[in-house]
């Protein structure tokens, strides 16, 4: 009986290996962003109150409305050319203009920015209203980390890439999104990862944001850098600027008000 069993499966064995078996040895598939992508489950959509949040006494105040004197190129440290009129600063997708980034650096600290998406924006997915605070620009070469900006009020992406979110990492609690052409407030507490003197990591980088007054992430632990295809990865740091993106995507330029920051080192 037992005999039997065994010599009946082996159709089966010889079936699943004929299908299983590639016939010709194939290169590894190359990485695609659609990998890090992650659809399901939707975060709730909560109805924010409504919000103010003027400089304390001891913020350093990155942007007044008034210039951009705490703000440089990302790309090459040049004055910074984002467009500043009526007490707003305004992404610039001029040709060569790019990313920005404050002339400072910093380790840990407390971050209050608002912004608003255009009324008119149009696209969908992530060519919506793509812009993202870059909580430390580790320079052109590596990808930072990124608190995402985006319309995510009634516009479907993949959850850990919608406003709100550490970029592919932290898909946030809840969507308190406003609509377009609101103001929106992030209120972001950042505790930069530590490494030894061999570049290993020593802990984790931390991070706790509220969205218009609500909790999105709550003390997340990043697994490293916020990349567009891959998984994360640290790399030793010790202060960076932060940097506004200015996203190559083909919707109206989003704008910013009120930034200021309290260095908790
Ligand atoms: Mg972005």
Redesign the pocket.
């Known amino acids: 009986m037992i005999m039997w069993i065994q010599h009946s499966k082996l159709p089966f064995f010889a079936t699943l290996i004929a299908l299983t078996v590639p016939v010709f040895a194939q290169q590894p598939a190359a990485p695609k962003p659609q990998e890090t992508e992650v659809w399901e489950p939707v975060p709730k959509i909560v109805t924010p109150g409504a919000s103010n949040a003027a400089p304390p006494s001891d913020a350093i105040v990155l942007f007044d409305g008034k210039n951009l004197d705490e703000w440089v190129s990302a790309q090459d440290k040049s004055p910074a050319k984002w467009i500043v009129a009526d007490g707003i600063l305004t992404v610039s997708k001029a040709p060569g203009v790019g990313n920005i980034e404050t002339k400072r650096a910093f380790r840990n600290y407390q971050l209050h920015i608002e912004w608003k998406i255009p009324e008119n924006i149009t696209g969908s997915d992530?060519a919506r209203g793509?812009?993202?605070v870059f909580l430390a620009s580790l320079g052109p070469g590596d990808a930072g980390y990124?608190l995402?900006?985006?319309d995510s009020y009634n516009n479907k992406t993949y959850v850990n890439g919608q406003a709100g979110s550490i970029?592919k990492q932290g898909i946030p609690l809840a969507n308190p999104n406003r609509k377009p052409g609101e103001w929106q407030t992030y209120d972001v507490v950042w505790t930069a990862p530590t490494f030894n003197e061999d570049g290993s990591l020593k802990t984790p980088a931390y991070v706790t944001v509220f969205f218009n007054g609500v909790l999105v992430q709550n003390h997340f632990e990043l697994k490293g850098q916020t990349l567009y295809i891959g998984h994360p990865f640290y790399k030793k740091y010790d202060t960076a600027p932060i940097k506004l993106?200015a996203?190559g995507d083909h919707s109206e330029p989003i704008s910013f008000r009120n930034i200021w920051i309290r260095e908790l080192n």
């Open positions: 992530q793509n812009s993202g990124e995402q900006v985006l970029y993106q996203h």
